[in-house]
């Protein structure tokens, strides 16, 4: 990935509303399978979900237990951890006009923060 974009490293309980629906249809299937682990620039080893936007790059904090834990106390997401048709629709119908959410397809490799 080269790009020159702001990379932010947060939370995700400290994402907005809208950032979090437009994660959930990105990630349909759960995050715990997405997660990467980044050196910080001090150094630090941690682990993030990757969401890009079209002026930052979102490295959202969280262990592949919270990734899990996270989708299974979602009631946006079925028992099986994927993201109910109804939910999906109704996020698909709120953030049509969000470009960005198609270039959030593939991540191959994360550099240093």
Do not use: W
Request: charged share 35%; hydrophobic share 30%.
């Amino acid at each position: 990935m080269v790009t020159n974009k702001l990379k932010v490293i947060k939370d995700y309980e400290k994402l907005t509303k809208e950032l979090r629906e437009q994660i959930k249809l990105v990630y349909p299937e759960g995050y715990a399978d997405h997660l990467y682990e980044i050196a910080t620039t001090k150094g630090k080893i941690i682990t993030v979900l990757p969401f890009e936007t079209f002026d930052k790059i979102y490295l959202i904090r969280m262990s592949s237990n919270e990734a899990v834990l996270l989708i299974e106390d979602d009631n946006d997401y079925d028992t099986h951890g994927n993201l109910k048709t109804t939910v999906r629709g109704k996020y698909e119908d709120k953030h049509s006009d969000v470009g960005y959410l198609s270039e959030n397809e593939n991540y191959e490799e994360l550099q240093d923060v």
